[in-house]
Nanobody
């Protein structure tokens, strides 16, 4: 079983930066492709970024590329989503997800965190 725990959300002024963390707890030698999604109030959950289990490949939502950076550190079982130049439109709950499917980019994710709220004030 895999457990994902996000942190790092909060209230930020427009133009600021945030780093969201996702700690993953799973089977000792398992490898996971990781992803981040976000859901704004009243809207559907949307893809933000994904990183391969080796950390060598990343993909981003086209509209977000350039302001988001996804990395992972297997030494501490953590994936990091850095967000730069935040905009009020970035306000959403951000979810971390993981899949044991080695296909990249992943089509589906089996495991999800509870989410962390990011609020950007103008």
């Amino acid at each position: 079983q895999v457990q994902l725990v996000e942190s790092g959300g909060g209230l930020v002024q427009a133009g600021g930066s945030l780093t969201l963390s996702c700690v993953y707890y799973g089977r000792t030698f398992a490898r996971y492709n990781m992803g981040w999604f976000r859901q704004a109030p009243g809207k559907e959950r949307l893809f933000v970024a994904a990183i391969s289990w080796r950390g060598t490949r990343t993909t981003y939502a086209e509209s977000l590329e350039g302001r988001f950076t996804l990395t992972k550190d297997d030494r501490v079982n953590t994936a990091y989503l850095q967000i730069y130049n935040l905009e009020p439109e970035d306000t959403a709950v951000y979810y971390c997800a993981a899949t044991e499917d080695f296909e990249f980019p992943p089509r589906n994710y089996e495991y999800w965190g509870q989410g962390t709220q990011v609020t950007v004030s103008s």
